[in-house]
């Protein structure tokens, strides 16, 4: 009845509907990830993958993707009827963007749902993980996820954050919430925490076994340009300081638009003792420099897979930045030069890096642990074991760190 | 500032990051549909479009889309470096789904953001229509829009329906709202009447002008199989009786699952002079299907271009129903057979169409308009006039609608 269902206005106007009807195998199963009905993106028992794709012309083919897809790109072989196939090697559990390369060119699968990466909708595949529940919608109470629009003075623009409320939140109209902000990655955007992240059936899961506080998560979107401002060009080799103004603007959004929006419009406990900041890579980075500098907003901190950024003024590419650098009495504007009185004021900073991650992020997170360790300054360190710079990593961060927070 | 932090990620793993930087001409603008930043799609003053790729490998590229963009598809023509553009004719105003024809695979532009479409992510492109601010997010209250699950024992899948809120309904919690439950078409989902339709916008405004009742409005998944079930086969020419048995699992979702869920979830009034179904193409089918024979649930009914079904059990393709055997006496099991007790009882029955639309759903819903307007029947009858089978033509109609309901 869905196929029938979605081609009904095509057949209404007189369109025929192309639908695969390519089967990858009886042992596999289509991802969760495919639009409803696909049968490809298919995943097999030992978790490779075969993928297809209908191209009776096309020259070559090819799939390509996130790390923990394993080393592409994967030649497709064109079979029978221009119908493209390849099955990849066994993939690490989790989600991972995907694309093919048509002919040269990168496109999504039209199998595919697609989620905001890269800067564009890209492909994405869910390969389950045995064992592992803590992110499935499991029959427990469910918050909602809303869409909040408020008008920003920095920007000028409306703004959409996406607000995760608790199973209870309307019907306990006297309680008031904690408040989690929560950021994605560069190149996503506010619907990666719930749409790539499962944060909301993390926290329902959290919350169902007596785990985490019953918390309100708050998502925006990680880009702002001040009003009149122009955006800054892309550049392979970009500097902290070439990043620092949209940082800053965005901090802007963050305590001067966002905050007094959520405060005024849900039930929240509008302290720092109630408030804290988490973001994952660049928004790692975001809450380090956001948080650290307004330690009187927030009172939990916690950077996922976010490079350590040694000097902000820096006119040095990031990825050059050396560990080494990272000088405790002096980082982000000396916030750890007091490790005492850093500890008795901060109630969690938390730091956390995938094991399969690139050094460029392991050794800067690890050397800066060690550092601060080092000088006495608290906080958890989470490794996520055998995940790269990816989604898997993220949520096994926030299922570790939920938990630790508002108590 | 935008441009650089999307790429953050693949600058630090060390990944050059590929650019539009082609220029659509001086008096063009970005779509707002485009991913932010993208300068094409590019609309100019008369409406044409700009669409641009870069492909240089590939042997021809087209542009092709939903009617309002014009009689395509539009080839578009190799430049230096592989960038192939097209400029297309004047656009009818409103918002079409289009798509690039890349050496024969219909394929997702990856400037443009995505909307459920056709079964799966079609790209859009959003033209703006003079004067109408009507959709437009204008400094006014906002409502939120919430994704609500729940568990479906028709089905026996967990669901995701979506609900407006009106402004204030987080800040009047003794306060009782009215509900419509709004269906979008065939191949769309229940992202459709927010992403593309702009639904809570146009509520948004109405509501702020006085102009409709605060109401929640109920966007659900629009298709439905029993546990057990297996789908019924896409045929281009298929009947009413193929749709049937998935129409009537929807019609058990409404009423036995979700309006229960949103009955207990929301301050709703819950009974039927309070309650409202509605919907576009397949789900107008689905309107007069569920709520004619649900009139104990709903007091308005409305079907925005939604074919007209003379006999539900007929075994002749859809597209061939002619509307001379229509009969007002025993269409919808009869429910026009007493004009009079159908006029005390429905509110509202709302039927509309665009002027644009193919014979097809003109002829069909012009002829029972007047074969029920013959026989006594009391209903509004709304043309938008230039829209063909596409949003614009649905956003007028919900204009229209909403200020009717509830009254």
Redesign the interface.
């Known amino acids: ?17 192309s ?1 695969h009807t390519a089967e990858a195998g009886d042992d596999s199963a289509p991802a969760a990830s495919n ?4 049968p490809t993106p298919a995943i097999h028992p030992d978790r490779s993958i075969t993928f297809t ?7 070559s083919v090819n799939v390509a993707g996130g790390d923990g897809l394993g080393k592409g790109p994967f030649p497709m072989t064109k079979g029978v009827e221009g119908h493209w196939s390849v099955t990849t090697p066994p993939a690490v559990p989790g989600f991972h963007y995907y694309w093919f390369v ?7 699968d ?5 989620y ?1 990466g ?4 890209t492909s994405g595949i869910e390969v389950p993980e045995p064992g592992a529940d803590y992110y499935a ?1 499991n ?1 427990v109470p ?1 918050g ?6 408020y ?1 920003s003075k920095t920007t000028g623009e ?1 703004r959409r954050a996406l ?1 995760y409320t608790p199973p209870g939140y ?1 019907g306990n ?1 006297k309680t008031r919430y904690p408040v989690l902000y929560l950021q994605h ?3 996503e955007d506010e619907t990666g925490w ?1 749409r790539q992240g499962r944060a ?1 059936f993390i926290l329902d899961n959290l919350i169902a076994a007596g785990k985490a506080q019953p918390m309100i998560v708050v998502m925006d979107r ?4 001040r009003v009149g ?1 122009s ?8 500097s902290p300081a ?2 620092k ?2 940082f800053m ?1 965005f901090e802007d959004v963050i305590i001067h638009d966002l905050i007094p929006t959520i405060d005024a ?2 039930r929240t406990v509008p302290d720092r003792e109630h408030r804290a900041m988490a973001g994952l ?2 928004g790692g980075m975001q809450t380090l420099f956001i948080g650290l500098h307004h330690l009187d907003m927030f009172a939990y901190v916690a950077s996922l897979s976010g ?1 350590i950024v040694a000097d902000p003024d820096s006119k040095q590419p ?2 050059s930045t050396s560990p080494a650098l990272f000088d405790t009495h002096t980082a982000y504007e000396g916030a750890f030069s007091d490790p005492g009185a850093f500890n008795s004021r901060v109630k969690l900073l938390w730091l956390g890096v995938g094991t399969a991650e ?1 050094e ?2 392991r050794a800067g997170i690890g050397g800066a642990v060690q550092a601060l360790r080092a000088a006495g300054v608290r906080l958890v360190y989470f490794e996520s074991h055998g995940t790269a ?1 990816e989604w898997q990593t993220w949520r096994r961060d926030l299922n570790d760190l939920a938990p630790r927070l508002f108590r």
């Open positions: 009845m869905k196929h029938f269902a979605w081609s009904l206005a095509l057949v209404l106007l007189g369109f025929g509907a639908v639009v409803p009905g696909a794709l209908e191209a009776p012309d096309a020259r048509l002919d040269g060119v990168s496109v999504s039209p199998s595919s749902k697609s905001f890269y800067g564009k909708e919608i029959p469910h909602e996820v809303r869409a909040r629009w008008l409306w607000v309307d109209p990655g560069s190149g719930t909301q990680g880009y702002a340009a401002m955006e800054a060009k892309i550049a392979p080799g970009s070439d990043i103004p949209g603007a419009s849900y890579s660049m490079p990031l990825a690139p460029l992020f710079h």
